[in-house]
């Protein structure tokens, strides 16, 4: 299995075994002589990532002589605000911190594998099914609390006798969306990162950087696709009827 690893799992394997099996313990499962995975690892490595990125960001912020790096983020900003108010209207500000991070994490985790020695955790369908829940949970807590109780009615169709039909179609629906989330981004990653990695091992030079140059398109686009579908899904739930 060590051969499989990457460098900083073997790093925390070898030194931080045992916090990993804590962390394994507290979920119900059996402790393991090597419990960090790859794809659990590179999710820390991004978080950290940006957890240094924005502090440095924070204390470069200028109004009178913004630089390159404040520019970028206030156009990312100014990207992720444009579609949240598109998609959700009025009140789009206050959901603007989850679209934002869900963006950049999934973004960041799309790319990092064109680093050497990293790979993509989006590549791994625990992580996509991850961020999927957690975009399931987010958009039915805002949709309670934009709307109290009554957002139950959402289930229940436009008629009370419509109901006990209505109800379970709903369900399967909404259950649906953490699938599509889960496969849509996981099977493009994957797919990305594996025809990525046999053009490297084919070729050295042209090939292997028009593929780099896809592989960037489809990181982006996909972490756009599933930040667009969170605002839609939090669009819905949050919309009032009149």
Not at 24 to 50: E, N, Y
Not at 89 to 95: D, K, L, P
Not at 207 to 225: E, K, R, S, T
Request: proline fraction near 5%; charge should be neutral.
């Amino acid at each position: 299995m060590h051969e499989s690893e990457l460098w900083i799992t073997r790093i925390f394997n070898d030194h931080l075994a045992s916090l990993g099996n804590a962390f394994l313990g507290l979920v119900g499962l059996h402790a393991q002589a090597r419990p960090w995975a790859d794809f659990v690892v590179m999710q820390i490595v991004v978080v950290a990532l940006l957890a240094i990125v924005f502090p440095i960001l924070r204390a470069r912020l200028s109004f009178d002589r913004p630089g390159t790096f404040q520019q970028v983020f206030e156009l990312l900003y100014d990207f992720v605000r444009g579609q949240a108010e598109s998609q959700v209207g009025h009140g789009y500000r206050r959901y603007l911190p989850f679209f934002g991070t869900l963006f950049l994490f999934i973004l960041t985790s799309n790319l990092i594998g064109l680093i050497p020695a990293f790979e993509s955790p989006t590549m791994n369908a625990p992580v996509t099914l991850g961020c999927a829940m957690a975009t399931f949970v987010y958009y039915h807590l805002m949709g309670i609390w934009a709307n109290g109780f009554k957002y139950l009615g959402h289930f229940t169709g436009p008629l009370w006798w419509l109901a006990p039909l209505m109800f379970p179609i709903e369900i399967i629906s909404h259950l649906a969306r953490v699938l599509s989330l889960t496969v849509r981004l996981y099977a493009n990653m994957f797919a990305g990162e594996q025809v990525t990695m046999v053009f490297i091992k084919l070729t050295y030079f042209i090939i292997p950087v028009a593929f780099m140059g896809l592989h960037i398109f489809v990181g982006v686009v996909q972490a756009y696709i599933f930040m667009l579908l969170a605002m839609v899904y939090v669009g819905s739930a949050v919309a009032q009827e009149h």
